[in-house]
């Protein structure tokens, strides 16, 4: 079996779709996006094409291998998610190839079900309560919010307030038993931080998801010995190396690796069993489509240490389409009482609905990520 071809569909809301078709017949379709870099993270896969072109698509590993080192240059969030994308597919099609789920390929299934959470308030988080009620009443026993808009380095003691009483809003809407995670989105600063963090702990969150950027991942230590609240962290890492030092440092509780960033499905896999041997879970970062949260799916089904998916139904990020419009079969997304069930289908389980992903690329997108500013005119992590 041999590759003969590598399609990219740029559609919106923000994604960009790959199809590896094979002289037997066997298609996969991967999702190699980068948040705000489509076309550029669209070159890199079409860089990477004059490799692929002609091999066999069994050989994840070495082309893996190949990818990630052939260019002497390595990593980054680019190559890093161009790979990504290419290697779920490549899993779709020996999934398909060998009539098994990805998780079967991957030691099995070592739990029932998977549980999820759902967002609210959106990126300037507001009518959090109501937004927090209606996704209970869906069945979800999990959420998750940003914590605040822009902060400075060191800002008004005001905006720690209105994040608390959000907090405190959700946490009486909602009740004890219902999860609620805090996203920094690493918009907030060391300082800030460090206050934060002790302010919402009465309100019991489930987890705080990157207090700080990954670049000042060393601060982790100061936040995890004020506050007794899980820190989750890792969307914007890559690779296993890339994840190597913060577990050894021990002051994460959570990692997030995105299988459409971090290297794909078997690297996600394997940056798990890192974690595990540190007694670190696992919850795989995915605001993104069909493809990458099906691609976690399959890695949550066969992974001891895994605790909670996200996922973009509904998502405040799509705009003019949703994770359902560009399936044919939704099953594997039907969410009963916070989780759902695999289906047990080949491959990453999912049949994409071709046409309508070919008429969406006629369109395309250019989404951008949105540019913040502080009070003063300085630029805001966003």
Known sequence: MKITDIELFQIEPRWLFVKISTDTGFEGWGEPILEGRASTTKAAVEELKDYLIGKDPLKIEDHFQVMYRGGFYRGGPILMSAISGIEQALWDIKGKYYNAPIYDLLGGSVRDKIKVYAWIGGDRPSDVSNHALMQVALGFKALKMNATEELHYIDDYRKIDQAVERMQAVRSAVGPDVGIAVDFHGRVHKTMAK????????????????????????????????????????????????????????????????????????????????????????????????????????????????????????????????????????????????????????????????????????????????????????????
């Open 195 to 382: 206050i934060l963090v002790k302010e919402l702990e009465p309100f019991r969150p489930m987890f705080i998801e990157e207090p700080v950027l990954p670049e000042h991942n060393e601060a982790l230590r100061d936040i995890a010995r004020m506050t007794n609240t899980p820190i989750a962290t890792g969307e914007r890492m890559y690779t296993r190396w890339g994840f190597k030092q913060l577990l050894q440092e021990g002051y994460v509780d959570i990692i997030q690796p995105d299988l459409s960033h971090a290297g794909g499905i078997l690297e996600t896999k394997k940056i798990a069993a890192m974690a595990e041997a540190y007694d670190v879970s696992l919850a795989p970062h995915c605001p993104l489509g069909p493809i990458a949260l099906a691609s976690c799916f399959q890695v949550d089904n066969c992974t001891p240490n895994f605790v909670i998916q996200e996922q973009g139904l509904g998502i405040h990020y799509n705009q003019g389409s949703d994770v359902l419009g560009y399936l044919k079969d939704s099953d594997v997304f039907q969410y009963e009482a916070g989780y759902v069930r695999m289906s047990g289908k080949p491959g990453l389980g999912i049949e994409i609905n071709e046409a309508t992903v070919r008429e969406a690329a006629k369109k395309g997108h250019n989404w951008h990520s949105p540019i913040w500013r502080n009070e003063d005119g300085s630029y805001a992590e966003w």
